[in-house]
C-alpha cells in the first residue's frame, strides 16, 4: 500500500480535515502516526548531536529577503517561497519569508563575521518546519506526503574552510546515510551531474530511499558542497592561522629580551569560508518510507527499533479494532 493508505489504516492520516483548514497540499497527522513523526525526529536529533558531535540550534521561521539572498533562495527561488504582507512583518525594513529550509537561518548565524580558524568547522544542527510554496509542480504528488507546503526536515550545516570543505562534504553526506543505516531503509547515493546541481552548489549527492508503495527510490537528502558561493554572499571569512614561519620568526625575537617591545606574528588577511548543508533526514519522507517498507499484510506497520525508545516501547503499530472505535 501507498503510505497514506497505511497512515489511514492506523486511523493518523486527516487530509481533508487539512485542506478544509488550509487547502490544497496541506496534511494532519494524529495518533501514532504523529508519535512516530516526532520519534523520527527526535531520533535523527540525538544521533547527530550525540554521534556526529553537531550543536543543536534553535532559528527562527521568518527571515529577511538578505538572509534568502545569502544562501541564493532569492532572486532565483522567489516564486516557491511564502512571502508575508509587509503590513504584517518586515525584518528589519526587509520583505519577510518563511523558512524554505533551516539551512537559511542558520547559515546565517555568521553573516558579517570573521571567524578564527582554529574554531572550524563549525556544526550545526536544526529541527524545524519548512514552507514551500512548490510552483511549477502543479499536478505532480498530489497523493500523500511526498510534496507539501508545509513539512518537518532536520538540517546540517558546516562552515569549513577551503581546504577541508570537500572532507566535510563527505563526512556529512556519511551523517545524513547513517540516519537510513539505523532505520534499516534501502536507499542509495546519488552522485548529481553539474547539470543537475543546485543554483549555488559545485558538488552534491542525493540519498534516494526506496518505496515499495510507489515502486521507486525517491530523495530524502541533498547534500551540498557549496565552496565560497553562500560565505561570499554572507561576507562570513575566517582569519587562517600564521604560517608556522612567521611565528617562529617573532618568537626568535622576542627570545633576545633586553626591554624591547615584543614582536608579534603579522596578522593574515581574513579568506571566504566554505559552506556545506544536507538534511539528515526530511522527517516526513523519512516517516512514508518506514510506513511503506515497514507494513504488514494486516495493515500494522512494525517500528524499527531505533525508534521504540521515542515511542514508549511500542514495537508494532496496530489498525484500531471495531471496539477502539
Same mark, same amino acid.
Given at each position: ?142 497523493? /500523500? ?7 518537518? =526536515? #532536520?538540517?546540517? $550545516?558546516?562552515?569549513? %574552510?577551503? +581546504?577541508? !570543505? ?91 629580551? /633586553? ?7 603579522? =596578522? #593574515?588577511?581574513? $579568506?571566504?569560508?566554505? %559552506?556545506? +548543508?544536507? !538534511? ?46
Amino acid at each position: 500500500l501507498w503510505h497514506d493508505d497505511v497512515a489511514l489504516n492506523l486511523n493518523g492520516y486527516k487530509a481533508e480535515a487539512a485542506v478544509k483548514i488550509s487547502g490544497a497540499r496541506f496534511v494532519a497527522l494524529s495518533g501514532v502516526v504523529a508519535q512516530m513523526e516526532r520519534a523520527l525526529a527526535m531520533f535523527m536529533m540525538d544521533l547527530h548531536t550525540t554521534k556526529h558531535g553537531y550543536t543543536e540550534v534553535s532559528v527562527p521561521y521568518v527571515v529577511g529577503r538578505s538572509a534568502l539572498e545569502g544562501t541564493s533562495q532569492l532572486p532565483k527561488f522567489q516564486e516557491d517561497l511564502f512571502a508575508i504582507t509587509p503590513e504584517s512583518h518586515t525584518c528589519n525594513g526587509e520583505d519577510a519569508f518563511l523558512i524554505p529550509t533551516a539551512e537559511v537561518p542558520v547559515t546565517n548565524l555568521h553573516r558579517d563575521q570573521i571567524l578564527e580558524e582554529a574554531d572550524l568547522p563549525l556544526s550545526y544542527v536544526a529541527w524545524t518546519p519548512c514552507f514551500r510554496a512548490e510552483a511549477g509542480s502543479y499536478g505532480r504528488d498530489t497523493k /500523500g506526503l511526498i510534496r507539501t507546503h508545509q513539512f518537518q =526536515k #532536520v538540517e546540517l $550545516v558546516k562552515i569549513t %574552510t577551503a +581546504n577541508d !570543505s570537500n572532507q566535510q562534504h563527505e563526512e556529512l553526506t556519511k551523517h545524513a546515510e547513517a540516519c537510513l543505516q539505523a532505520l534499516e531503509l534501502p536507499y542509495r547515493k546519488v552522485r548529481l551531474c553539474s547539470g543537475d546541481i543546485g543554483f549555488s552548489a559545485r558538488h552534491c549527492y542525493d540519498l534516494e530511499v526506496w518505496l515499495p508503495g510507489a515502486k521507486e527510490y525517491r530523495e530524502i537528502s541533498s547534500c551540498s558542497n557549496t565552496g565560497d558561493f553562500q560565505a561570499r554572499r554572507m561576507a562570513v571569512r575566517y582569519r587562517p592561522k600564521p604560517a608556522a614561519e612567521e611565528e617562529e620568526a617573532a618568537a626568535a625575537a622576542n627570545s633576545g629580551g /633586553g626591554g624591547k617591545k615584543k614582536k608579534k606574528a603579522k =596578522k #593574515v588577511k581574513p $579568506v571566504l569560508c566554505h %559552506t556545506v +548543508n544536507g !538534511s539528515g533526514l526530511a522527517v516526513g519522507r523519512t516517516l512514508v518510507a518506514v510506513l511503506e517498507n515497514y507494513q504488514k499484510p494486516d495493515g500494522s506497520v512494525v517500528v524499527p527499533k531505533v525508534l521504540r525508545p521515542y515511542m514508549g516501547g511500542k514495537e508494532i503499530l496496530e489498525p484500531p479494532t471495531a471496539d477502539s472505535n
